[in-house]
């Protein structure tokens, strides 16, 4: 069932509080490098930022056609995700 697809797509909350929160410290940055400041498999991260991208919670200031890693920064959106993850987790 279509039901069950999205719902096994659906990121952990913990992984993801930490992927959103290392963009947001590391400011444009690629998501190898997000990966590993949040100590995440890189996969997984990659999985994040398709869902983030879908959400609106990050952008990629990287030019369409343009080579190279992509340039992920935060939007508001994601930047209110973050404070409420950290609130409801602490």
């Known amino acids: 069932m279509a039901g069950d697809a999205e719902r096994h797509s659906l990121p ?5 509080r930490r992927f959103l929160k290392a963009v947001e410290e590391l400011g444009p940055t690629s ?3 997000a990966a ?3 100590k995440l498999p890189y996969i997984t991260a990659y999985r994040y930022v ?3 991208l ?3 919670l990050v952008v990629s200031l ?3 056609g343009e080579k190279g890693s ?3 920064v935060l939007t508001e959106r994601g930047r209110q995700l973050l404070r409420a993850l950290a609130i409801a987790m602490a």
């Open 62 to 64: 990287r030019e369409p």
């Open 31 to 33: 998501v190898y490098r």
């Open 12 to 16: 952990r909350l913990d992984g993801l």
């Open 50 to 52: 398709r869902y983030c």
């Open 54 to 56: 879908a959400k609106g």
């Open 36 to 38: 590993r400041h949040a």
């Open 70 to 72: 992509l340039k992920l």
